[in-house]
């Protein structure tokens, strides 16, 4: 181990069960441990935690075994990687009790790093330096102990004290060494003050002693960096720079050289009196607009550009303006000026005022005609006052709308569900006027509200640095609403009102069509038609599995084609109003067979069909009805002067004397076929049916 650190430059530790601390060591790529005991026994295990409580991530699994020499003494080792945090740890070994003993060997990799900045090296230095710099200017030269990560190590890597020193070698004198001081804090960093440099070619490089605890010391050295010190020279060429006379929308591209010994810089343009000068008028370097910065190189060629914003203000502008453009360097205080003169013509012609005469509930436009002396089309922004802190309007903000005008007729441009609050609009020689249009409601009073529109520029006009802002002009708009009468504000409100009202009527007529309407159960109707059948001694009983055909032929006969067909027949809109009703009635004719095919059910579209058999029995003589009543069926017959009902006996009412023929209500009446006197019943021959 220790000719292993003393070949890297750093030191190894020993460890033990009354010294198991071990230093952050921050920096290092990493921390090998090699555990020893002695004797056989259970594995080797490491413990290490910081002062917290907390282990550092360790880099793949101990490596774990025994060794011995020949015949010798038996030995238990582990060995283990972990990547160092910032804190102390303790190292402890368990499965060895407290005879044990660990070598921590912390892998640096260093290497030095040098670099220059401006200043002095209290505040570790400004700007970095280039490979230049001017004659008597002050440079802080920093070294710094880097690992293989390039992070710079705490001073912990050595046992012994850090030892850092600068040779310096310039062209025609003897080298130099001086000492660099360390800086503040904890980590291996050094530094040293040179002032007042002279003009000639350096070269510096930074060496590292580390003390080891053998007494050597380990020596790095770091790459060596060069500095070129010179009177530094920069200017423009040409000196200064006419762009003419300029309009709105106008540019004026110069080219301009950039001259001298200086090293390549990030610099960026200054105009001087900016808040002197209008905002529209803007200067920019090969694209770059004021306070931008770029890198200029020696002989560089650029164009230096002077623009005017379509807007400048509210008022025309005629005037020469002489001033100078700067270009400042970001490092070092350097800056070059450039005496420009240019002649700023701007004409403009706003409206004085904008009036909207308009009817309520129809819409009215006015055009908004700005004129200048624009160069081309070019873009201005517009924008109402708020309409909340208008001198007057309808109490009722929705009474009237005033906006830009849309494509479709009596509607405004609109974003995010609401009227456009400001719009960019083309102004210039051949570009459309920009449409204002005013929007009252039916109910808008008449009246004149005032408001004003603002013209600024273009959200594409910004405003350079230093400068101030530009002043908007306001168009004093007026809207004078003509009153369209009391029944167009409140004429639509009555016929919406009534609309509502009928649609109301409408259900509600349609909801007592259906509740007024009794339908038929074909499960309940079909158990109250029973088909019944001689016995031997001359009574009827009911015909066996005669449920299901019956059930079946009630639905055949009980489409919901057919039933909603005599429903209709019926006319619902009858029993639609209060007191009407619809009971769904079917006609039974019923045959003493068989065969149920031949016995048939006949819907009847009529209404009050009880009441009708009541006022003229005779015109049903003979006749079986079922009706719908509260959820059932009922059943009624008219029989005739025979007792006959639907060609059978109603043979509870065969004995009674021959009277007027009156409607009965059936209930588990026997219907049954006429016997003679000659006619005998058989077993099992269809008698007749069962009713209600």
């Known amino acids: 181990a220790r000719v292993l650190s003393r070949s890297q430059g750093y030191e190894s530790y020993l460890l033990t069960p009354s010294a198991p601390g071990l230093a952050a060591h921050r920096g290092a790529e990493r921390v090998r441990l090699l555990a020893v005991a002695n004797g056989a026994g259970e594995p080797l295990r490491f413990r290490i935690q910081d002062r917290n409580g907390v282990s550092p991530s360790s880099l793949g699994q101990a490596q774990t075994g025994q060794h011995h020499y020949s015949q010798g003494k038996v030995y238990r080792f582990a060995a283990l990687d972990y990547r160092p945090q910032q804190e102390p740890v303790t190292v402890e070994v368990e499965g060895a009790g407290s005879a044990w003993k660990v070598v921590a060997l ?19 230095g400004g700007g970095p330096v280039g490979s230049a710099a001017e004659v008597g200017s002050t440079v802080c030269i920093l070294a710094e102990l880097v690992n293989a990560a390039g992070q710079p190590v705490s001073r912990d890597v050595s046992a012994g004290d850090l030892e850092a020193r600068l040779e310096i070698r310039q062209a025609g004198r003897a080298s130099t060494d001086v000492a660099i001081n360390p800086l503040p804090g904890d980590q291996a960093r050094f530094g040293v003050t040179r002032s007042h440099l002279e003009k000639g070619d350096y070269e510096f490089q930074p060496v590292v002693r580390l003390s080891l605890g053998s007494g050597d010391k380990a020596t790095l050295r770091g790459t060596p960096v060069s500095l070129q010190v010179a009177s530094i020279s920069i200017a423009a060429a040409p000196a200064q720079l006419d762009f ?53 190189e020696p002989d560089s060629q650029h164009w230096l550009t002077a623009r005017v914003s379509p807007y400048c203000g509210p008022r025309s502008i005629q005037r020469a303006i002489q001033t100078s453009v700067s270009l400042v360097f970001e490092e070092g205080d350097r800056r070059v000026e450039v005496p420009v003169k240019l002649a700023l013509d701007y004409r403009i012609q706003i409206p004085e005022e904008l009036t909207i005469p308009v009817r309520a509930g129809e819409s009215a436009d006015v055009d908004v005609n700005i004129r200048g002396n624009f160069d081309g089309e070019v873009k201005l922004r517009a924008a109402f006052d708020g309409l ?139 158990t109250r038609l029973k088909p019944l059948v001689w016995t031997e001694f001359g009574d009827t009983v009911e015909q066996k599995s005669s449920k299901a055909e019956v059930l079946r032929r009630v639905r055949q006969e009980l489409t919901p084609w ?66 719908a009543t509260g959820g059932g069926v009922t059943f009624l017959a008219v029989p005739d002067s025979s007792a006959r009902v639907s060609r059978l006996v109603w043979t509870d009412a065969a004995e009674r004397e021959t009277e007027r023929p009156k409607a009965v209500r059936l209930l588990k009446a026997r219907l049954l076929r006429y016997l003679d006197a000659l006619d005998l019943p058989q077993e099992n021959e269809p008698a007749g049916w069962q009713v209600g």
């Open 106 to 124: 912390p892998e640096y990799r260093l290497a030095v790093r040098m670099s220059l900045r401006q200043g002095e090296c209290e505040g570790q």
């Open 562 to 627: 057919k039933r909603a067909l005599a429903w209709i027949q019926a006319n619902p809109f009858a029993f639609g109003l209060p007191g009407g009703a619809y009971r769904e009635t079917v006609e039974l004719f019923l045959q003493p067979s068989r065969d149920l095919n031949r016995s048939q059910l006949v819907l009847q579209p009529v209404r009050g069909l009880q009441e009708r058999i009541a006022k003229e029995p005779e015109a049903y003589a003979g006749r079986l009805f079922a009706t």
């Open 244 to 296: 003419g006379t300029l309009r709105p929308g106008m540019k004026a591209p110069r080219q301009i050289r950039w001259t001298g010994n200086f090293p390549p810089a990030r610099a960026h343009l200054e105009l001087r009196d900016r808040s002197e000068i209008s905002a529209c008028v803007t200067v920019e370097l090969s694209g770059a607009a004021e306070g931008k910065a770029q890198v200029i």
């Open 388 to 526: 909340d802190q208008a001198e007057s309007w309808p109490e009722e903000r929705d009474d009237l709308e005033l906006g830009f005008a849309a494509e479709r007729r009596g509607r405004l441009r609109e974003a995010k569900g609401g009227p456009l609050a400001a719009e960019d609009f083309q102004v210039g020689s051949g570009a459309a006027p920009l449409r204002l249009r005013a929007v009252p409601s039916r109910c808008c009073g008449s009246g004149e509200y005032r408001t004003a529109l603002a013209l600024t520029p273009a959200a594409s006009q910004k405003t350079p640095p230093g400068a101030r802002p530009l002043e908007p002009a306001r168009i004093p708009v007026r809207v004078r609403v003509e009153p369209a009468g009391a029944w167009a504000c409140y004429g639509p409100r009555v016929l919406g009102g009534l609309a509502i009202l009928l649609l109301l009527l409408l259900i509600a007529y349609l909801i007592n069509m259906v509740r007024h309407s009794s339908f038929l159960h074909p499960e309940t109707l079909a």
